[in-house]
């Protein structure tokens, strides 16, 4: 089942439900003809339908509102703060082409810093799907969530089946080939699309000897700190992977959680270091980048192999001074 | 008392309880009084005669929604939800005060007030989407916004004019309160607003200008409006309107005035004489 087919079905059991776009189609084509005046295209208009919608909300209605993410967040961060964060309304922010997504359309369509301004507003919830099972999944439970929403819409086709249903607030766990009892070597963190690819690095890294367990994320807010904790009490390297700026994403969230809860953990983060992509088609975005799953993997390594030197050299210091 | 001006006793009546009610609003941290007093007269006739709503229909999903977008001039709707019983009137004594929550922006948890607002260019938007559902479900209520004229010039209000337009919604009406002033200087001295009423009109807006110190003029603007396209009323006002010391100033915005100025501005208010205000009560924010 797709998005839009997901979306008319909920549409069509609950008339509370509202969708509107600044003129951004690309995900619900078919739905004009289909909800008739329910269907709500404003025009260009971010801000107007930010606003629209938390009128819509005020009546009871539940709107999904869709525009390209960097338009929607940016744009009209103003009005989703003001008008759906003070008004605490049970709007639900759908951003397209989020993060690498926008591909080669340049600095303007990238969304990499939407993470740290959605998850900024309180109660706002946070959805990262990896793919468009798992996007269709937790729709009904984001209507029933009440609260405001932004999604980061990615469609893309599974690259593994879920292990877990999609249960909000909860990540899910690809576990290394450890024994239960044992430390894992690596953990990466990640969400969205990018969990594919630390699937290929978690083959590859396992290869090499490296027990390796796979988080996905699924919402950022909420968070699920429980599994983030117990990531960090026990791997010896935590990885946070993430197609955002590395201010403000999950390395932000890991960081403020593991300092908090005082767990004295190795995080590396993989993400973009204050500087915007390199815009290209996909796979030769995480090729120039350093997302693939084989970059991703070389990454580790290397930070590995620093890390032991670093060591040595420390036992070196030690040594030498006694 | 001609025959007019004893039809409309009973307004100006409730507008000067209203304008008192600011006066006294504007002192111990103060408010903004001079678009304050310049909307006090349109919200008195709004609730006095064309809002369809009233205290005990405040969640009634039938009723009118009157939205303030220009939220600073919040102490005139106050005063009169207050002297219409929305809310018990000595409540406005806890204006700024931690032991309730009357600030100098709309606060939607106050018995009347629709939504919150306070940044400029946004309840015209929210605005529209009060009209859309309402259309959805075929109700026949209305939605008023007060805009300010300083707040034109914020972008997401013309965005929102071509929206209402295409949406042909008919229950909406905007109300400019054309004071002519922005914070620090006239409108026209900063970004130029007129020629308004063909700006609107040119939107596909149906547009009236009246006098918004006239409430002949309201009842006929507000007798009824257009089909098929939403409706404005550019009511021309004056800021600090009622208190000659304070009309028209550009440094008459937000005030905050000693208890003896507020006594004095009572008595101005009934006509005594102009109140001789000193150089530090007077602030731009």
């Known amino acids: 089942m797709t998005f839009e087919e997901k979306l008319l079905e909920l549409a069509i059991s609950d008339d509370r439900i509202i969708v509107m776009t600044a003129e951004n189609r690309a995900a619900i084509r078919n739905l004009p003809s289909k909800i008739g005046d329910r269907f709500i295209d404003v025009g260009i208009a971010e801000q107007t339908m930010i606003g629209a919608a938390a009128g819509l909300a005020l009546r009871g209605r539940v709107p999904f509102v869709h525009a390209l993410a960097t338009f929607l967040t940016l744009r009209a961060f103003e009005f989703v703060r003001t008008d759906v964060g003070i008004g605490q309304l049970p709007v639900i922010l759908v951003g397209g082409v989020p993060g690498f997504l926008s591909e080669a359309n340049g600095p303007t369509h990238q969304a990499v810093e939407d993470i740290s301004l959605m998850r900024g507003i309180p109660n706002m919830g946070v959805f990262c799907p990896a793919d468009a099972t798992e996007l269709v999944d937790a729709l009904p439970q984001i209507v029933a969530s009440g609260k405001p929403f932004y999604i980061r819409y990615n469609a893309c086709a599974p690259a593994a089946e879920h292990r877990m249903p999609f249960d909000l607030g909860k990540a899910e766990i690809y576990p290394s080939n450890a024994a239960a009892d044992v430390a894992d070597d690596i953990t990466i963190l990640t969400y969205g699309f990018l969990l594919g690819e630390a699937l290929k690095a978690q083959t590859l890294l396992q290869a090499d000897g490296f027990s390796t367990r796979i988080i996905n994320m699924r919402t950022l807010s909420p968070i699920d700190e429980n599994i983030i904790i117990d990531a960090a009490d026990n791997s010896e390297l935590l990885v946070t992977l993430e197609d955002h700026f590395q201010v403000g994403g999950l390395y932000s969230i890991v960081s403020e959680i593991i300092v908090r809860e005082g767990v004295l953990s190795n995080v590396m983060s993989i993400s973009l270091e204050n500087r915007w992509f390199k815009p290209a088609l996909l796979p030769d975005v995480l090729d120039y980048e350093g997302f693939t799953g084989e970059k991703i993997a070389e990454r580790i390594r290397k930070r590995i192999a620093e890390d032991e030197t670093m060591d040595d050299e420390l036992f070196e210091d030690f040594y030498s001074l006694n | ?285």
């Not at chain 2, 209520?141 to 007060?146: A, E, L, Q, S, T």
């Not at chain 2, 929206?163 to 914070?183: E, P, T, W």
């Not at chain 2, 101005?268 to 000193?278: F, I, K, N």
């Open chain 2, 1 to 285: 008392m001609s025959l007019n001006d004893r039809k409309y006793h009973d307004l100006e009546a409730l507008a000067l309880r209203v304008r008192e009610h600011i006066i006294k609003m504007s002192t111990d941290g103060g408010c903004f009084i001079g678009a304050s007093l310049s909307c006090t007269d349109l919200l008195v006739y709004l609730y006095s005669n064309v809002l369809h709503v009233s205290p005990s229909r405040v969640d009634d999903p039938n009723r009118d929604y009157l939205l303030l977008s220009k939220g600073h001039d919040v102490p005139a709707l106050y005063g009169t939800l207050a002297e219409l019983g929305f809310i018990e009137r000595s409540r406005l004594a806890n204006h700024l005060k931690t032991n309730d929550s009357i600030y100098w922006h709309p606060n939607r948890a106050i018995a009347g007030i629709e939504f919150h607002s306070g940044s400029l260019g946004h309840l015209l938007s929210v605005a529209i989407g009060i009209a859309l559902d309402i259309k959805l479900r075929g109700g026949t209520n209305r939605v008023f916004v007060i805009l300010g004229d300083g707040e034109l010039n914020e972008g997401s209000i013309w965005e929102a004019l071509l929206v209402a337009a295409s949406k042909k919604l008919d229950n909406l009406v905007a109300i400019v309160d054309r004071n002519g002033f922005q914070a620090n200087v006239p409108t026209e001295e900063l970004s130029p607003l007129e020629p308004l009423a063909p700006k609107f009109e040119a939107f596909g807006w149906s547009t009236k200008r009246i006098n918004g110190h006239d409430f002949e003029q309201m009842e006929d603007a507000f007798a009824s409006f257009d089909l098929g396209r939403p409706s404005v009323v550019i009511a021309d006002t004056i800021r600090g309107k009622g208190l000659p010391s304070i009309e028209a100033r550009a440094d008459r915005w937000f005030v905050n005035f000693s208890h003896d100025e507020v006594e004095q501005l009572l008595e101005e208010l009934h006509g005594g004489r102009t109140t001789a205000l000193t150089s530090e009560t007077l602030m731009v924010r």
